[in-house]
């Protein structure tokens, strides 16, 4: 089973950027599709963005898009999340997720947990207003 190690999260100021990176083990990156989740404090863990296992299908949640990129880069075993425009809004804990689908069918709105292969411990992210 593949064991996912979220990095990057931090404390950064309402409108600046950061990059958080998810890294692979144990298995080869590309036979998943990937996602990105996030946990505010007192919420539910909410899905955010996926990527297909070759990259070339995307997902994002409306509140996100045209500030969040997700990429992969298999080389690498890693993929990225790039957000950008960041709004006290976005503070929470990211979690990445490997999804046995290739396409990336299960990273939706309306995830099933269970249906995802292995998540990573979370890094926090907390932007100020």
């Known amino acids: 089973q593949v064991q996912l190690v979220e990095s990057g999260g931090g404390l950064v100021q309402a409108g600046g950027s950061l990059r958080l990176s998810c890294a692979a083990s144990?298995?080869?990156?590309?036979?998943?599709?990937m996602g990105w989740f996030r946990q505010a404090p007192g919420k539910e863990r909410e899905f955010v963005v996926g990527i297909s296992w070759n990259g070339l299908r995307t997902v994002h949640t409306d509140s996100v898009k045209g500030r969040f990129t997700v990429s992969r880069d298999n080389a690498k075993n890693t993929v990225y999340l790039q957000m950008n425009s960041l709004k006290p809004e976005d503070t929470a804990v990211y979690y990445c997720?490997?999804?046995?689908?290739?396409?990336?069918?299960?990273?939706?709105?309306?995830?099933?947990?269970?249906?995802?292969?292995?998540w990573g411990q979370g890094t926090l992210v907390t932007v100020s207003s």
């Open positions: 144990g298995r080869t990156l590309s036979t998943y599709a």
């Open positions: 997720a490997a999804d046995p689908n290739r396409l990336g069918l299960n990273l939706r709105r309306d995830y099933d947990p269970n249906a995802l292969d292995a």
